[in-house]
């Protein structure tokens, strides 16, 4: 079975451009999130999808990040414009249920470097 | 509101030491907790969890973590460091209710040394 999977894996822009990265859950998995670690610091939770909608949007840091999910299946994170504080590794996690203390799957990342 | 830390962003240890890498945490329910590890170039992959049933919880690669409420810690430990474990720990807790998303630490890399 597929795990978490990540595109691209890695993304060079420069300051101002937009950037898109995508994340295709493990099949079946209802919940999907978004998380970022920004170099040297803790992988903050940025959001979370179950199916289609947005369940906690609380940790998307500005209004330039917009996250979708349609069709309940892969999701997409845009960041437009790209500042240079949007470097670092998102990653996408997904689960199949919610319960308290199960476990989330990870994908590898998609490191971001802005320039 | 819940969180981690973890003392120590880098911690060094020779092939064959003991590993003890120290999670401390903070939640106003009882929670549930995770350690997690990313080895170079990969994802994240979790190790282990507590999630109240034994405190000394066992997980891959020989790796262990004790959970001791007295002492809101969590730390993971592995009798003989190999140089496979090279590779960043995270830890991360879930508070036992009012909200699924776990809270990660500054994470923790560990060095070994032939």
């Known amino acids: 079975e597929a795990g978490v999977t990540q595109f691209p894996s890695h993304s060079v822009i420069e300051k101002g451009q937009t950037v898109t990265l995508r994340c295709d859950p493990i099949?079946?998995?209802?919940?999907l999130y978004w998380y970022r670690r920004v170099m040297g610091k803790e992988i903050k939770f940025l959001l979370h999808?179950?199916?289609?909608?947005?369940?906690?949007e609380s940790g998307m840091p500005n209004n330039r990040f917009l996250a979708e999910r349609t069709g309940g299946t892969y999701s997409t994170l845009k960041v437009q414009p790209a500042e240079l504080e949007d470097s670092g590794v998102y990653f996408c996690?997904?689960?199949?249920?919610?319960?308290?203390?199960?476990?989330?799957?990870f994908g590898e990342g998609s490191w971001l470097t802005v320039v | 509101a819940q969180s981690v830390t973890q003392l120590g962003s880098h911690v060094s240890v020779s092939e064959g030491a003991l590993v003890l890498l120290r999670c401390n945490y903070s939640?106003?329910?009882?929670?549930?907790l995770f350690w997690y590890v990313q080895y170079p170039n990969q994802g994240l992959q979790l190790l282990l969890k507590?999630?109240?049933?034994?405190?000394l919880v066992k997980g891959i690669n020989g790796f262990e973590a004790e959970f001791k409420k007295s002492e809101t810690s969590f730390h993971l430990t592995k009798p003989s460091a190999h140089m496979s474990d090279a590779a960043e720990y995270f830890c991360?807790?879930?508070?036992?209710?009012?909200?699924?998303?776990?809270?990660f630490g500054r994470g923790t890399s560990l060095i070994v040394h032939p």
């Open positions: 099949s079946g998995h209802d919940n």
């Open positions: 939640s106003s329910v009882p929670p549930y």
């Open positions: 507590y999630t109240s049933a034994a405190t």
């Open positions: 991360a807790v879930t508070p036992g209710r009012g909200s699924y998303i776990p809270t």
């Open positions: 996690a997904s689960s199949q249920d919610r319960v308290y203390g199960g476990t989330i799957y």
């Open positions: 999808f179950v199916k289609e909608s947005k369940q906690d």
